[in-house]
């Protein structure tokens, strides 16, 4: 035998929100800095052999930042046409 088991409902949203629809954007300096790291961490936290890859991140760092796509604007359309929604009325107890 077994028991119907009562769905469980989850507590309504406040907000609805969307994040990063389109998938993560691409950040160039992160391997050069995971280079450095890692030569810091060989080294002994000693600057003497990494002068080269320190060098390659500062060149990174300062170098003109890549031009990000337009991104998606759900969340802006969904705060737009947030008055315009019905919600469910609560239910008192």
């Not at 507590?11 to 998938?23: A, E, F, I, T, Y």
């Not at 998606?72 to 919600?87: M, S």
Request: aromatic residues 6%; contains cysteine.
């Amino acid at each position: 035998m077994s028991a119907a088991q009562k769905p469980i409902r989850l507590p309504p949203l406040k907000s609805l929100r969307v994040r990063n629809p389109n998938g993560r954007h691409e950040r160039p300096c992160v391997s050069i800095m995971s280079s450095v790291l890692a030569c810091w961490a060989s080294t002994g936290y000693s600057t003497a052999g990494c002068s080269q890859v320190e060098q390659a991140l500062r060149q990174c760092m300062d170098g003109p930042q890549p031009s990000r796509p337009r991104g998606n604007e759900i969340n802006y359309h969904l705060a737009r046409f947030k008055d315009k929604l019905t919600f469910p009325a609560k239910k008192r107890k």
